[in-house]
């Protein structure tokens, strides 16, 4: 029986969730169920994931590896659940070596989407104190109203000769739309996917 490593990892946020494997009927319960099934070596049979826990995983794309023998499956798998046995949200969280440029890598699009998930939890739990506790209390009109505020000052910075300036004022309109998208229930993968829509429809132009 041939096994397959399987590579875990969450479709939007690109979290690497676990490492599993997969025979070629796991495999095909995968795709005829839509939730990712894997083969465990220890009891010797295949399994759901998720299926006692009810951390389920919808696969949303398998992909094969150029040498055909590991596997990468693309998943939704929302922030509140978790996929290690231990109770931790990935199964890689034990950090054994880290360079002094790690720290960088906050600068990507990554930091956007926890700065989403930090914004989603105050706007869950209400914290006393919290300047978006008070957004949110406020309601969608003081939201929408402060994200046009922001940007009237964005356009103002931009027609300064001020950099450092303009920056500042980006990131707090920036900031203010999370909270908006964190209002109105929308995810930054559904903005980039109209935006990567328009780009293909514009490249075909």
């Given at each position: 029986m041939e096994l397959k490593p399987?590579?875990?990892?969450?479709?939007?946020?690109?979290?690497?969730?676990?490492?599993?494997?997969?025979?070629?009927?796991?495999?095909?319960?995968?795709?005829?169920?839509?939730y990712a099934h894997f083969y465990s070596r220890s009891r010797n049979k295949i399994w759901k994931k998720g299926e006692e826990s009810g951390n389920?995983?919808?696969?949303?794309?398998?992909?094969?590896?150029?040498?055909?023998?590991?596997?990468?499956?693309?998943?939704?798998?929302?922030?509140?659940?978790?996929?290690?046995?231990?109770?931790?949200?990935?199964?890689?969280?034990?950090?054994?070596y880290e360079?002094?440029?790690?720290?960088?890598?906050?600068s990507n699009l990554q930091f956007l989407l926890e700065l989403k998930q930090l914004v989603d939890d105050r706007k869950e739990k209400l914290p006393e104190g919290s300047y978006t506790t008070k957004l949110f209390k406020d309601g969608i009109e003081k939201i929408a109203k402060k994200f046009g505020e922001e940007s009237v000052e964005v356009v103002l910075a931009a027609m300064r000769d001020d950099r450092e300036h303009l920056i500042y004022e980006l990131a707090d309109l920036i900031y203010h739309l999370t909270v908006l998208l964190s209002a109105k229930d929308i995810e930054w993968d559904k903005i980039i996917s109209e935006l990567r829509k328009r780009h293909l429809k514009a490249s075909k132009i």
């Amino acid at each position: 029986m041939e096994l397959k490593p399987v590579i875990v990892q969450e479709v939007s946020t690109k979290e690497v969730l676990m490492l599993a494997y997969a025979n070629q009927e796991a495999i095909e319960l995968t795709k005829q169920t839509g939730y990712a099934h894997f083969y465990s070596r220890s009891r010797n049979k295949i399994w759901k994931k998720g299926e006692e826990s009810g951390n389920t995983m919808p696969v949303v794309k398998i992909i094969e590896d150029c040498d055909n023998d590991t596997l990468l499956y693309l998943v939704e798998f929302p922030k509140e659940k978790v996929a290690c046995h231990t109770g931790n949200r990935t199964c890689f969280f034990n950090i054994i070596y880290e360079s002094n440029n790690a720290k960088n890598d906050q600068s990507n699009l990554q930091f956007l989407l926890e700065l989403k998930q930090l914004v989603d939890d105050r706007k869950e739990k209400l914290p006393e104190g919290s300047y978006t506790t008070k957004l949110f209390k406020d309601g969608i009109e003081k939201i929408a109203k402060k994200f046009g505020e922001e940007s009237v000052e964005v356009v103002l910075a931009a027609m300064r000769d001020d950099r450092e300036h303009l920056i500042y004022e980006l990131a707090d309109l920036i900031y203010h739309l999370t909270v908006l998208l964190s209002a109105k229930d929308i995810e930054w993968d559904k903005i980039i996917s109209e935006l990567r829509k328009r780009h293909l429809k514009a490249s075909k132009i």
